[in-house]
């Protein structure tokens, strides 16, 4: 019997993926379509398996065929099959009680997920997927660092595969403002208002980069021991980076040295950096000041009447950014 996983239940599982548990690679991927028939049956036991293995929870989501008994249960919600899936739409996780378990691919999740969440939530979700961390309540600080499970030029590819797939255009469209290397959610927020439109809710800024290499200067090397260092937002033809002071990670004494040692390395190597803190985000006010005088330090022209214009747009966005960083780490994903 085939378990074919989709989303929501995938989605769940590729924003908390850890490789030592599972070990995909490329090589994992399906490079075929899921068969036309398939043995399929919905097994309380398997799915209840299933959901404790992959830590996805119940319902467990499946794309079954199209003649199949599709009656409601607490522990399986069932998908029609679409009429086709680009390849490398699934990956193999493996077989458990003599099942083959296949999960929807990030990228088809991403597709998915274009059919289910509003533009925001969208884009939002593409962000999470192609970031570097995951939660973890085991961790230290409840967060750790991961290799990205796909990114915006992945998505892409498949996108451009998947020219008869409902919610296509929509993904398409969201892609435009998503950015690769987020590291914790209100990184993904400060990114995604800097990109997205002003008729959307965003503050429409150049194009940065996350979580980047910063370049230092002989002076600056000196400064920090020769180590690499890190931005969190960018705009590096600008030389201006945007950083997040989070309440947890500024918190000691050392911490605090380094993170000054740190500004001034990066000042002597030409770049200004503006820093944000928790209470920067949770006022919308304080955001557009904020992102007012990245625009000035950018050369781009005011937009104070765009801003006043599309401020509901934005306090609805605002919301649901909190809405989304305050609660459960799957709450967003029942939308």
């Known amino acids: 019997m085939i378990i074919p996983i989709v989303f929501p239940s995938a989605a769940i599982f590729w924003l908390h993926y850890q490789p030592a548990f599972f070990s995909i690679q490329n090589g994992n991927y399906l490079s075929a379509n899921l068969p036309e028939i398939y043995d399929f049956c919905i097994d309380r036991k398997n799915m209840e398996s299933v959901s404790m293995a992959l830590g996805i929870g119940l319902p467990v989501s499946v794309m079954c065929p199209k003649d199949i008994d599709r009656r409601k249960n607490r522990w399986c919600k069932t998908v029609v099959r679409p009429g086709s ?13 003599g099942d083959q378990v ?35 309540s085991s961790a230290e600080y409840e967060q750790r660092s991961r ?27 969201a892609l435009q403002y998503i ?32 979580n980047f290499l910063i370049p230092f200067s002989k002076e600056g090397e000196c400064l920090m021991d020769g180590h690499a260092c ?8 600008d030389k201006l980076i945007l950083e997040y002071d989070s309440d947890i990670s500024h918190l000691s004494s050392s ?19 503006i820093h944000v803190t928790k209470q920067d985000v949770s006022s919308r006010k304080k955001l557009d000041e904020l992102f007012t005088m990245l625009r000035k330090l950018l050369g781009m022209r005011n937009a104070d009447k765009k801003l006043a214009k599309y401020e509901k747009k934005r306090t609805e966005l605002i919301r649901i950014f909190h809405e989304f960083r305050c609660s459960d780490k799957n709450t ?3 939308y």
């Open 102 to 136: 296949i999960i929807a691919s990030p990228e088809l999740c991403f597709l998915q997920a274009a059919q289910a969440f509003d533009f925001h939530r969208l884009v939002i979700f593409g962000t999470e997927l192609c970031g570097i961390y995951l939660y973890d």
């Open 255 to 273: 911490q605090h040295a380094k993170d000054k040692r740190r500004d001034s390395a990066i000042a002597v190597s030409g770049y200004r950096v």
């Open 332 to 334: 967003f994903l029942k």
């Open 179 to 210: 950015l690769d290397r987020s590291n914790s959610r209100v990184e993904t927020m400060l990114a995604v208002l800097s990109m997205l439109r002003m008729s959307d809710g965003g503050y429409r800024l150049k194009l940065p980069v996350m």
């Open 230 to 237: 890190y931005g969190d937002l960018g705009w590096l033809p």
């Open 85 to 97: 899936t680009p390849e490398n739409s699934f990956a193999l996780l493996g077989t458990m009680h």
């Open 147 to 173: 290799e990205p499970v796909t990114n915006v030029k992945k998505i892409r590819h498949f996108l451009e595969k998947a020219r008869d797939c409902r919610g296509r255009r929509r993904a398409l469209r």
